[in-house]
């Protein structure tokens, strides 16, 4: 799912109340997963809250709310800082960054992050990115996907992508999943 | 039993044969999975009846012993009562964070009280998967996907 369509977002508890809701994504300093959420409170004139979310302490994240056991759930922000290279609170300084291949190829801006749920549950991962294509790629201007490494570099400035992830590049969400796997497949064969 | 069948149920006392109050509504204890209590009206003892304080739970109406079974609802009750309780038309999400309908009815067993299970949108929900009820909705276990 894109990253934007998670912001205010209910967290609720599995005794069924919200007790905060989404306000923005704290991504791990590399890009590649979700560490956590900062939180504002729930109702029109409720401001920011001055706990976080970690992702340890998600126990589902659904299309309709995040739940989480109870709301102790809520922890200090000291627990998210640390790994986050001080993303917390800018909205992670990933959205604006540019992409660039491998290879010096400059594919566009960062506008959204497209976040999955691997492993069980033990992290939160970004696949993919959602561009604004730059003229490197056909179509430019437009928004496009682009699927990730598993591991990558990033600087708040540029993200480095292999040059073959532009072969991978799709429009919309439906067999972009796909698109990921077999990119990552591709890059596996390759190191082997 | 089904709580929208019995909502507007005649509380009589058996000792004077009047209706002492009229059902409201259900408190219900999403930990234990039963009615702990009813919410009443038209009564001047008080608001809440608690399960033990009833007689008898039938088709047609709730019988209590005495007058007295009705009063001002205590701690444990009063803490589960309230409207971010109210199961009736609220939306179900499952543990997974997924809406999945709203809550049209509950049913539950007349002599103890246990929650039998959760209607939603008309399907029956084992009472085993109700996990809580709160101010943003009822949540429910979700099935285990194959």
Known sequence: MRSSEVSQ???????????????????AADGGSVLGFTLAGRGLFSGPLREVLPWSNVAALGSDALIVK??????????????????????????????LTDTGTDLGVVVDAIVEVAGGHEQCDVVGYEIESSEA????????????????????????????????????????GAAVDEFREQLQGRSN | MLFSKSRKHKVVSTGTAETVARVKGFVVDPVTRHVVALVVG???????????????????????????AIGPADEPIAALAGKSNTMLKKQAISSFGDHIGTVTDVAFNGDTGAIESVLIDGEPVPADRFLGVGSFAVVIEAEPTP
């Open chain 1, 9 to 27: 977002r209910p967290v609720v508890t599995i005794a069924g109340d919200d007790v905060a809701q989404v306000k923005d994504i704290v991504y």
């Open chain 1, 70 to 99: 109870d709301e102790d759930a809520l922890t200090d922000p000291a627990a998210l800082e640390s790994d986050s290279g001080g993303s917390v609170g800018k909205g992670g300084n990933i959205l604006g960054s540019r992409v």
């Open chain 1, 137 to 176: 790629l056909e179509n430019a201007g437009t928004k496009v996907l682009i699927p990730l490494p598993d591991t990558m570099a990033a600087s708040g400035e540029h993200l480095i992508v292999p040059a073959s992830a532009r072969n991978f590049v799709r429009k919309d969400l439906a067999g972009f």
């Open chain 2, 42 to 68: 038209k009564s001047k003892q008080g608001d809440t009846l608690p399960w033990r304080g009833i007689s008898g739970f039938g088709p047609d109406a709730v019988t209590v012993a005495d007058e007295a």
